[in-house]
Every structure is written in structure tokens, then in C-alpha cells.
């Protein structure tokens, strides 16, 4: 199928019965609520995995090192958020670690904890992973109008704050908030 603004031959041979694709209208159809966060949930993974690639870091590593932007955590703490038992979080930490991304140390709160800490060279390659992340979704988002991306951005903030608030969590601090914690 070409328009009347494509000077291209139309498709011969095999590829004649398959249609050219064509630009997508913006927005002019919903995807719906589930499909829509699912496949924008797959777009910033694939984003993700492929700049964290690049630093031979995997999603759970990058996003280990986000978390340790401006806290830290306790093994405990971080296994939570991230969703692993024990011995990932050990593993992963272990690996960070011989790596010279994250220290490990005995938390002064709890002797028998041990908190996370960010190192200078985790630090420094967290913010070239994070500016390139940002970039790249930005230019993801450019077609949406500046209001847009700032209502997604606020809505998108309430989904995280809230599921993380029903399973406890203080997303500023990863403290546990349930009462079996303590």
C-alpha cells in the first residue's frame, strides 16, 4: 500500500501481499488499562536491560545501584523491595561487591544486620546509567505533550507509592512499616 506522497515501486514478488506498514496514529486507539502499563512495563525493561548491558550489569544489579542512590539499606530491607529471598539478595550483593560497587557493613542499629552502601565507583556508574536511562526515556516520551508527561509522572508515582505502601514499605527509606517487623 503507498500513498500518494510515496514515490516507491510498489512490493513485488513475495513480499507484494504484505502491506506496508504504516505510522500509527497517536493515541487513536486504547489499549486498555492492564495491556497498556504491561507493554509500557516491557519498554522501559527493554530499555533498561540494553543500557545496563552495556556495563555488564543485569536489571536487578542497575536496579540494586538505584536504591543505593540515597539510602542505605539493610540486606533485609533491600530483598523486599527487590523482591528476592535471602540468598539472592546475598548473591547479588556479594557480586556488587567484588565488582567495588557496594560495601557491606554491620549495621549500628542491629549487630546481627548488615546495611549497603554505595561505593564512589558504584556512584559514578549508576549516574552514567541513569543519565542514559533518563534520555532514553524521555525521547520515549516526547510525543506526549509536556502536561501529559507531567500527569503520567504523578500517576505513575501514586501506582509505586501506593502498592509499596500496601506491602509496607517506605519507599523513601525501604523501612518496613508492618508491625511483624520490629
Do not use: W
Not at 507484494?16 to 488499562?33: F, H, K, N, R, V
Not at 542497575?62 to 523486599?80: S, V
Not at 554491620?106 to 556508574?125: E, K, Y
Not at 546509567?129 to 532514553?136: G, L, N, S, T
Request: some cysteine; charged content about 25%.
Amino acid at each position: 500500500m503507498t500513498s500518494s506522497h510515496d514515490h516507491r515501486p510498489p512490493p513485488q514478488g513475495p513480499d507484494a501481499q504484505i502491506p506496508a506498514p504504516e505510522t500509527p496514529a497517536l493515541a487513536s486507539e486504547d489499549l486498555g488499562l492492564v495491556d497498556a502499563l504491561a507493554q509500557l512495563s516491557f519498554l522501559v525493561l527493554g530499555v533498561l536491560g540494553e543500557i545496563a548491558g552495556r556495563y555488564d550489569l543485569s536489571v536487578v544489579q542497575t536496579r540494586l545501584l538505584g536504591i543505593l542512590r540515597d539510602r542505605e539499606p539493610t540486606m533485609n530491607q533491600l530483598g523486599r523491595h527487590l523482591g528476592l529471598d535471602k540468598s539472592s539478595i546475598t548473591g547479588l550483593v556479594d557480586r556488587a561487591q567484588r565488582r567495588g560497587l557496594v560495601t557491606r557493613t554491620v549495621s549500628a542499629v542491629d549487630r546481627r544486620a548488615f546495611q549497603v552502601s554505595i561505593t564512589d565507583a558504584g556512584r559514578q556508574l549508576t549516574e552514567q546509567v541513569a543519565a542514559e536511562f533518563a534520555e532514553r526515556i524521555e525521547t520515549c516520551a516526547a510525543a506526549l505533550p509536556a502536561a501529559d508527561r507531567k500527569r503520567l509522572s504523578r500517576l505513575a508515582t501514586r501506582v509505586v507509592t501506593n502498592d509499596a505502601h500496601s506491602r509496607g514499605i517506605d519507599l523513601r527509606t525501604l523501612t518496613d512499616r508492618t508491625p511483624s517487623a520490629s
